[in-house]
T-cell receptor, first 112, second 114 residues
């Protein structure tokens, strides 16, 4: 499978714990996006990487959130001191030089 | 600030019907617009991408139109099938020179009954 992959697919954690998600984009896609989707809503943009550079962060990305893309390949999204409001589907997408973004299956986070 | 709205939020139709899903956006200076399908608990699958210079795109039983001046796009599904049941999302694409991020509507959940 050469699509975008995300790991884990599901994560259940207790409030206050830290969690880290991984996204592996389609190889040679230099653009990578993270989105968050809550139940019944469309995805909302969180952050954007071009190669290893993080070029934009949404105001939704509080200080507890950090994202990296070392060497311009895979990306990680870490949430520190999770809160119940962080429960959502976290989606990763990659894009080549064209316009179409290709989405992964998402990581569903549940904070108890 | 660009805002995208989709109406209706949910739609239930009998198999075989033709249907139209609506998407509106507040800032007509969009770059491109994209329609996605999302099955429950899954990621997004791109259906159609309309360039800002285009009026419509077709793929099989799907036809998407774009009217930038009125801030509207429609997704037409012909001869609906139960397998079309899913949530359909439209998104405008941030202009070039920016990030190309997608700004989504809240989606229309479609149920096609056999």
């Amino acid at each position: 499978d050469t699509g975008v992959s995300q790991d884990p697919r599901h994560k259940i954690t207790k409030r206050g714990q830290n969690v880290t998600f991984r996204c592996d984009p389609i190889s040679e896609h230099n653009r990578l996006y993270w989105y968050r989707q809550t139940l019944g809503q469309g995805p909302e943009f969180l952050t954007y990487f071009q190669n290893e550079a993080q070029l934009e962060k949404s105001r939704l990305l509080s200080d507890r959130f950090s994202a990296e893309r070392p060497k311009g390949s895979f990306s990680t999204l870490e949430i520190q001191r999770t809160e119940q409001g962080d429960s959502a589907m976290y989606l990763c997408a990659s894009r080549p030089r064209g316009d179409t973004q290709y989405f992964g299956p998402g990581t569903r986070l549940t904070v108890l | 600030k660009q805002e995208v709205t989709q109406i209706p939020a949910a739609l239930s139709v009998p198999e075989g019907e033709n249907l139209v899903l609506n998407c509106s956006f507040t800032d007509s200076a969009i770059y491109n617009l994209q329609w996605f399908r999302q099955d429950p608990g899954k990621g997004l699958t791109s259906l159609l991408l309309i360039q800002s210079s285009q009026r419509e795109q077709t793929s099989g039983r799907l036809n998407a139109s774009l009217d930038k001046s009125s801030g509207r796009s429609t997704l037409y599904i012909a001869a609906s099938q139960p397998g079309d049941s899913a949530t359909y999302l439209c998104a405008v694409i941030d202009p070039p020179g920016n990030t190309g991020k997608l700004i989504f509507g809240q989606g229309t959940t479609l149920q096609v009954k056999p």
